[in-house]
C-alpha cells in the first residue's frame, strides 16, 4: 500500500514538458522577449528538437491554441556561436477561440476560428 501511494505523488509532482515550455514562455512573453531554441533549451534543460515539437502541440486547440509567433533574428543580436544560417526566435501569445454564426465544416460540425488576443 505504501508503494503506490508513493508513485502516485511522484506522478502528480512531475510536469510534463510542455506545460513547463508553456510557462517559460508566457513568462518571456510578460517580459516582451524573443527566445531561440537555444535559449530555450539552457532554460529548461529539454532538447531543440523536442521543444520544436512541444511548440507545434501548442499550436493545437487541445494544448491551448496558443500562436506561436516565429522571426528571424536580427544580426546584430546573435550571441555565442550561434553565427551560421538564420536562426529563429520564438514568442507565445493568447489565442482566443469564437464560433461563428452558421459556419459548418465537412464534417457537419461548426468550425471554430481563432483570433489572436492583444496580449
Do not use: N
Not at 465537412?106 to 471554430?112: D, E, H, I, T, V
Amino acid at each position: 500500500m505504501r508503494k503506490i501511494r508513493r508513485r502516485e505523488l511522484l506522478r502528480i509532482a512531475r510536469r510534463r514538458q510542455r506545460d513547463v515550455l508553456c510557462d517559460v514562455m508566457l513568462s518571456a512573453r510578460q517580459c516582451e522577449t524573443w527566445l531561440t531554441l537555444d535559449e530555450l533549451s539552457k532554460l529548461t534543460h529539454y532538447p531543440p528538437a523536442s521543444i520544436s515539437a512541444q511548440l507545434r502541440h501548442l499550436r493545437k486547440p487541445e494544448f491551448g491554441g496558443y500562436a506561436v509567433e516565429k522571426r528571424q533574428r536580427e544580426t546584430g543580436r546573435i550571441l555565442r556561436g550561434e553565427d551560421f544560417g538564420t536562426v529563429w526566435e520564438y514568442q507565445l501569445k493568447h489565442a482566443v477561440r469564437r464560433k461563428f454564426a452558421g459556419a459548418e465544416s465537412q464534417s457537419g460540425g461548426r468550425k471554430l476560428a481563432l483570433q489572436r488576443a492583444a496580449c
